[in-house]
């Protein structure tokens, strides 16, 4: 089937009125003719989070993850699903994390997961949805918001359409529906499947669901060869959440890894234009700071945690 190709894709009308994205975005970029309910709810200003990817390499729990970020000065946190299940299966309690976001006034506004929604294989990508819907149940009591939505777990030389992947997003949106919580459509830059922001763009708009929305990365944008004024094309909807870091000249894009990502400021993107691009459209979505660095899993997680909040506010107030 060809990417491009509109048999499997919604009809005219529902594409076209159900899109929240698309719509979202053009009206945005007229100035916000059009009422969206996500804008509506943004305060007109960058918040800061910690995607404890991090902080992963201090091998911390859940709860001690929790009291670095409110102990650092973030305003909310980007758990992984994998260390609160961790948690969970050692004997913790989820109300227990809950009073201790609330305790330190952090909100979660989104959480990384790998459930498998995107695959061909009808049987794994049920049990994908059943994995995505635990997940969903997790964060919502949690106080949660969002999951990423990213390609996981298609197999190499497997091939997903764009439109298959389009339909396979909305059976996802539909669930978050029910459980409360809104799936992000998250590229992996270099990814067969959903590799380019352009990519994840065509997957939320052909979903022709009114919550779709778009979770980008500095990093991942760069080594998926897209260009960031494609931010210009997108608003409030689209852009909620943003994985927030920087890359070094040194690897080059063709083998840049996830490890050499580097604090913001201290690498060759061009954050001040990327902020400048989501105030043009009107976005301010959340700045997650998502690292894997080893040279910073050596470092205690306070400072880590610290030194990353303390670039990203120099970054946004370079581009103010």
């Known amino acids: 089937m060809s990417e491009l190709s509109t048999s499997a894709s919604p009809d005219r009308r529902s594409f076209l009125t159900g899109s929240g994205l698309a719509l979202g975005a053009v009206t945005a970029g007229l100035g916000g003719i059009a009422s969206v309910s996500a804008a509506e709810e943004k305060p007109k200003r960058f918040r800061f989070g910690l995607n404890m990817s991090t902080i992963r390499g201090q091998e911390l729990s859940a709860a001690e993850e929790i ?30 994390l809950k009073k201790r976001i609330d305790d330190h006034g952090l909100t979660v506004e989104s959480a990384i997961g790998f459930a498998k929604w995107i695959v061909n294989d009808p049987t794994e990508r049920a049990a994908g949805l059943e994995e995505a819907k635990r997940d969903m149940d997790m964060i919502a009591r949690l106080g949660g918001r969002r ?22 997003y909305r059976a996802l949106l539909e669930l978050g529906d029910e459980m409360g919580i809104v799936p992000q459509v998250e590229m992996w830059g270099g990814n067969p499947t959903i590799g380019t922001v352009e990519k994840a763009l065509y997957v939320a708009i052909r979903s022709g669901h009114a919550k779709a929305c778009f979770l980008g990365d500095v990093y991942h944008t760069y080594k998926g060869g897209s260009a960031f004024e494609s931010i210009l094309l997108m608003g409030p909807q689209a852009l909620q959440t943003y994985h927030m870091n920087d890359y070094p000249a040194d690897p080059p894009v063709e ?64 581009a103010s």
């Open 67 to 96: 009291e670095v970020a409110g102990k650092a000065g973030y305003e909310c946190i980007e758990p992984w699903f994998r260390k609160l299940n961790e948690y969970v299966s050692a004997g913790g309690s989820l109300d227990d």
């Open 147 to 168: 999951i990423a939505a990213p390609p996981a777990g298609v197999a190499g030389g497997e091939v997903v359409s764009l439109d298959d992947a389009a339909e396979r």
């Open 255 to 318: 083998t840049i890894k996830d490890a050499d990502r580097v604090f913001p400021g201290d690498g060759i993107a061009p954050l001040t234009q990327i902020l400048k691009n989501f105030e043009a459209v009107g976005a301010y979505p959340v700045l997650s700071l998502e690292l894997f660095n080893p040279t910073y899993w050596a470092m205690p997680a306070l400072e880590c945690a610290k030194v990353g909040l303390e670039k990203m506010k120099a970054a946004v107030a370079a």
